[in-house]
């Protein structure tokens, strides 16, 4: 794999003496217990049993230019997916070939239809968007260093639109790195540690006035039997990632205007809320302190992303919420959009000039790798020679439409994969160019390791909408954007040689880019 | 016990359902995680193993007139707990007859004696005050209720003024409680939670405000070989407290302001410190950045109060930093203020006229218990008569000078304790009658258990002083105060029928009081 050669005359990171490794790896301990930097949460009645999430022990070096391309573009992505989103044809003609095979899609789509008919009654969605790219060193990869950043590009992986998470375990490990570099862990020779290149990171305040826009945009409660209006948090059970979700929370009871907010299990749905005649969505769970309803305005979901959660009552649970009048973070037709045969159609002539000016759609464009469909249509039928082809499949991977990662396919692995299942299963996925970073190095600290190699990153650009279907339904005006900016980022890093990134399932870790100027 | 009638009409806490409660411990739980308000740290470099730190479910329910009255006094006790640190000749005539057997006020005298004749280079001193009270019903204890607050006083347990703890824990519990009376947990009857009852708390930043203080105050290094000035933490090592002493590093790390500090265990002084020429103590470990040290302007100590740390080298550990021209927080004549000896001998009429004008004096003695000496003056022998007394002890507590707690003798078990060691070792303790504290109702939620029932709490008022040593040495102003202020407050709370209240060892919880007008 090639390297950026980032830093000409100097180690980094550094080589540091045991004594200050030692120092170090102590004091990240001891500052993600200080701050609630924990990833898993085992149930006790008499000990609480976290691990801290894996970290980089150093900011990972990473060109300020593509930083700042990702920053840039992110606001078009968000007119780009809430146009989408509203675009119920073409989420249609996409997600077409997935109803049979996909049961995700299936009861995603079916409660679209159901909504439809019974007659949406909410046309303002908020969303709460991750675009995720790595970089792209084009031609062969060699060993060669290189301090030509053009030759550098920044390619999407994926759009996220549906339950993105990450984002406070991003904004806590920005803010350690920053103590890190303040208190002289990283200087190196009398030299300072450059704090101006971390970016700084307030992902959570801007989720939390993500919502508060939008909940201040619903309005005071419909019904009179409600006390008051609140934002609901669905969520999964026993989930692990409370130290992702309880951030926001918490910064929303905190602003001076407080805005309530309360958490809700995904199973538990049908049972704690109701629909009043004009569907407002009233929320009574038996630890609330009144007898009376709360009214909730907008609906930030955490869960509903697994096919396994619409088996029994979750198919009317998602449905009772996607027809009430609460706003939706998003809609299920957002949800859809998230899909990768979506990222596939995107790719496709001429589906962007459905939704973009030219202007907008050259900087899109310049961030797609080709992805292809395994479906029977003309591009599907020769993805699919190249899927079964050990030699050419080598510069590809297989993705399923399933999210959450982990279910990936990687190169020649994949045409014995394609032939252990039926071929009506193929059009479930998408192929994919691979993307070839090049690598940097750092450190990584995980619960079970603390291992220096070559490693590559993921940039993440967190993206903060709130859309009104349009009044009329021509292509340009599809939906009208009241809210759309940058809200911050995410950062994560792995060793070259591992495939997944994943940080929640163990495969690399929360970081902080240090931006490099060429 | 009596109990005090905070609430005439109301149940408190209230009877909360199951599914109420349920939901509010869990709360607790993850509102712990996330902030970091845990107790336990057990090393391991493949997972942290922590608990979180008892607390009360519940605000614990407190006269707003007594706890107004602890924070208006605490000035007054500040100037004269400075002044006691300035006053040689009482400090030795009180604790004189320790020395034979009490072994840590040996070392610490020994230390302040080797560093007068070596001439104290620096007579500013630094100090983070704690002073503790109860709540006492006069008379005898009764089950009857009494809505009348005048018959309820402030008395003081005990004055700390060396490596106080539980400022960190305090400042998370009351933002935590607030939290939760902002989101309803506490709401009963469609009766929002009265949440001006709730005193705010601002311990963090005061203290590392005042530690600023103290680092500006020194000035720029005095040496030539160091890079820059800092504050240094003594800590002990592997200590279980880091989550009550690191946010305050954090805070001075986060200011505009940076204020540099680092963190030394006890035990390494001699080795990673040493003084220049005109005593600088310059702090050189293997894990600073630079080959060149740092120069230390503010020692805050949060070691050095158990004997044992002054076997070996100690004595020499501490006595280097005395000698220094790092401003100590405290001295080692501000750390012999702390022992109990000196909280009996202020009892004695004419000591604090000494100190403090008689509008003062009025204040400060209606919070003193009677507290007698065991040693052989007229009061010990009387006071000796009433500890091997079976049933006068009964309304007394034997105390060793010992920090920390968890050494008293209480009641009637008293006589036959004193029997069972040499009547030599008597004078190591103070006889003090027992503050009777009425019972109010809590919900206390530890590692091991989930318990309502009766409770008592203990009021600890946070005092930040920067004092030096006056010119002259007449009584009045043996010191001047160069900043003295009240920065916030400590809560625990215990069950009424355990003695001891000592957080870290498992009796009893912090806790915010609610502030309830009689």
Chains 1, 2 share one sequence.
């Not at 759309?484 to 997944?500: P, R």
């Amino acid at each position: 794999m090639a390297s950026l050669d980032y830093f000409e005359d100097e180690e980094y990171p550094p080589d540091l003496s045991e004594d200050r490794l030692i120092s170090l790896v102590s004091q990240i301990k001891d500052w993600q217990i200080n701050h609630g930097s924990l990833l898993k949460r085992v149930h006790s009645e008499t000990e609480n049993s976290v691990l801290s999430h894996p970290v980089g022990c150093f900011p990972s070096a990473f060109p300020r230019e593509r930083f700042q391309q990702a920053v840039e573009v992110q606001e078009i992505f968000n007119k780009l997916y809430c146009s989408i989103a509203e675009d119920e044809d073409l989420i249609y003609n996409t997600i077409k070939d997935l109803l049979p095979v996909e049961p995700l899609a299936k009861a995603l789509w079916g409660i679209h239809e159901a909504a439809r008919d019974a007659g949406y009654v909410q046309d303002i969605s908020a969303g709460v968007f991750r675009s995720d790219y790595m970089l792209h060193l084009e031609g062969n990869p060699s060993k060669e260093l290189t301090r030509d950043i053009s030759k550098t590009q920044l390619k999407q992986v994926e759009f996220n639109s549906f339950s993105c998470s990450g984002f406070s375990h991003a904004n806590k490990v920005a803010n350690m790195h920053r103590y890190l570099a303040r208190n002289g862990s990283y200087d190196v020779n009398e030299k300072p540690f450059p704090i101006d290149s971390l970016p700084k990171n307030y992902n959570i305040e801007s989720i939390a006035r993500l919502l508060t826009s939008a909940h201040l945009k619903y309005g005071p409660p419909r019904s009179k039997l409600a006390t008051h209006t609140a934002v609901l948090f669905i969520v999964q059970p026993f989930n692990f990632n409370i130290a992702d979700e309880r951030p926001i929370e918490y910064a929303l009871w905190n602003q001076d205007d407080s805005v309530p907010n309360y958490r809700l299990d995904f199973p538990d749905i049908i049972e704690y809320t109701q629909l009043t005649e004009e569907r407002a969505l009233l929320f009574h769970p038996p630890w609330l302190p009144s007898d009376k309803p709360v009214e909730i305005s907008v609906i930030y979901q955490r869960a509903g992303y697994e096919a396994s959660e619409y088996e029994n009552s979750g198919f009317d649970a998602r449905f009772q919420l996607e027809k009430s009048t609460a706003i939706k973070c998003p809609s299920v037709l957002g949800h859809l959009t998230t899909f990768k045969k979506v990222q596939q159609a995107l790719t496709v002539p001429g589906v962007l000039e459905r939704f973009l000016k030219s202007s907008e759609i050259a900087r899109i464009r310049e961030t797609f790798v080709p992805v292809l469909p395994l479906d029977e249509s003309t591009a599907g039928l020769e993805a699919r020679q190249i899927a079964c082809d050990v030699e050419r499949s080598a510069n590809y991977i297989l993705k399923p439409s399933l999210e959450g990662g982990g279910n990936n396919i990687y190169g020649n692995a994949i045409p014995a994969f394609l032939n252990s299942i039926a071929t009506s299963e193929w059009s479930r996925y998408i192929l994919m160019e691979k993307i070839h970073p090049p690598d940097a190095n750092n450190l990584l600290m995980g619960p079970a390791c603390l291992d220096g190699g070559k490693t590559v990153s993921e940039l993440g650009i967190l993206g903060c909408c709130l859309w009104q279907k349009s009044k009329t339904q021509q292509s340009d005006t599809r939906c009208d954007l009241l809210h759309n900016s940058v809200g911050g980022w995410t950062f994560k890093t792995k060793y070259s040689d591992i495939d997944e990134m994943n940080v929640v399932k163990g495969h690399g870790c929360f970081d902080t880019p240090r931006l490099v100027d060429f």
